[in-house]
């Protein structure tokens, strides 16, 4: 089984903030997702729910045991599969993964995706740590694997994932079955598509060592590095070029300690000079999302989400699980049952149309900001401006005064994709 090419989509960034980084006392939490150019990125909307004894959930590609209480999540996934590349829940825990290749080979057998770990540690972890103990519980019973695109050649990875909550961040690294955690308390941290956990680990598999041992990658004597002794030797070009958006990611981090805000977030989520805003031969930066995850219990967690491509010509619109918090018709993608290219084998032999109706109007939208110079800036000043008006009223729920009004504003969302429909229209 094919898992890497030279033309193989593989970048994501994810960026964390841990006071004192941020302006306020709050975790801020972001993620660009860099998928195929094509594909449709959907936000999903699902309540907390209680499941019967003994249940079962069928994930992307197998099923595994459903638990007895899910938490409310928020997740922008692409909407062939079950799992998601970004999401929150409601309680104010957040998560994005990457695409990562190590010493340890991919399995070429159906398992779970990384983005269907991500979505079941978002329904069945209150805090990041639990979180991370959902994932590293899933993935050494069931294991990681099966395609990650729709397309009939198979594109396989490993993971690795950036987990926040309102008082900390973890990186969780794989390789296979193993991995290794860093817990990050203060200051900033981000991931983008390489091992970046040395030899500050947190927590780690009980085998991680004894089998980097039993494989000759690491004499057991010396300081174990997780990055160095689980690379490859020999990077695949994309993956080298994953080194330098990191760099490019961090020294962004860097120059805004003390002062990072959401709005900061997503002027880094719009970088097209790094790279992190990512628009490249087959594939781009297809959604993004950005959290304020406030120190206080007592202010709202806020989730801004944008359900289009490219960050540079997106709106991120806010989002409180609160009273109303339901599913935006707008940015659902349509369903095709067993039809479903996904479900039907041999799988990804054909092709259907994904497009939501708020991913149409923006693609209206980007091509006459590049074919009609003045009704270009209109749409685009509508857009700074919607967003704006969301970034207005966030700031006034993060008083303390105003805090208790967020309860009432879980329509929020769905308000401001309605305005972005109706600019588009």
């Not at 990681?144 to 594109?155: A, K, L, V």
């Not at 983008?192 to 927590?203: A, P, R």
């Not at 990055?227 to 760099?247: D, G, H, I, N, Y």
């Amino acid at each position: 089984m094919a898992s890497w090419s030279p033309d193989t989509p593989c970048s994501c960034d994810c960026f964390a903030s841990v006071p004192p980084a941020s302006a306020l006392p709050a975790v801020i939490f972001a993620k660009n997702s860099d998928r195929p150019r094509d594909e449709v990125q959907e936000v999903v909307f699902v309540p907390a729910a209680t499941h019967a004894p003994g249940s079962r959930l069928q994930c992307t590609y197998i099923e595994v045991e459903q638990v007895s209480k899910t938490h409310a999540v928020i997740l922008s996934r692409p909407s062939w599969l079950w799992g998601a590349e970004m999401g929150a829940n409601e309680h104010g825990v957040c998560i994005g993964n990457e695409a990562v290749w190590t010493k340890e080979p991919v399995g070429e057998g159906e398992a779970l995706l990384g983005m269907d770990l991500l979505r079941l540690a978002l329904e069945r972890g209150s805090s990041a740590r639990e979180a991370l103990h959902v994932i590293t519980v899933l993935l050494e019973r069931y294991g990681q694997g099966g395609s990650c695109r729709e397309d009939p050649m198979p594109f396989c990875y490993h993971n690795t994932f950036l987990l926040a909550d309102r008082t900390e961040a973890w990186v969780l690294e794989t390789a296979g079955r193993l991995w290794a955690a860093q817990r990050i308390q203060e200051g900033v941290r981000n991931i983008s598509n390489q091992l970046s956990i040395g030899t500050d680990i947190s927590s780690e598999h009980p085998e991680l060592r004894p089998h980097a041992r039993a494989q000759g990658w690491w004499d057991g004597q010396g300081t174990f590095d997780f990055a160095q002794v689980f690379s490859l030797s020999q990077q695949p070009v994309r993956m080298e070029a994953a080194k330098a958006r990191f760099r490019a990611g961090r020294e962004l981090l860097q120059q805004q300690q003390g002062g990072i805000t959401a709005e900061v977030m997503m002027g880094i989520l719009r970088d097209k000079e790094s790279g992190i805003c990512m628009d490249s031969g087959g594939f781009r930066t297809t959604a993004s999302m950005v959290s304020v995850l406030p120190r206080d219990p007592s202010q709202p967690c806020v989730h801004f989400l944008t359900a289009t491509p490219d960050p540079s010509r997106s709106v991120f619109k806010p989002f409180i699980f609160g009273v109303g918090a339901a599913q935006a018709p707008q940015v659902l993608s349509p369903t095709f049952g067993a039809q479903d290219p996904v479900r039907t084998l041999p799988r990804f032999q054909t092709q259907v149309d994904r497009r939501h109706s708020l991913y149409r109007g923006h693609q209206v939208a980007l091509g006459l900001m590049e074919s009609e110079q003045a009704r270009g800036q209109q749409l685009r000043q509508k857009q700074r401006d919607l967003e704006q008006e969301g970034l207005e009223v966030v700031r006034g729920l993060l008083t303390r005064e105003c805090a208790p009004l967020a309860q009432e504003l879980g329509g929020l969302f769905q308000a401001f994709v309605e305005k972005e429909s109706q600019a588009y229209a």
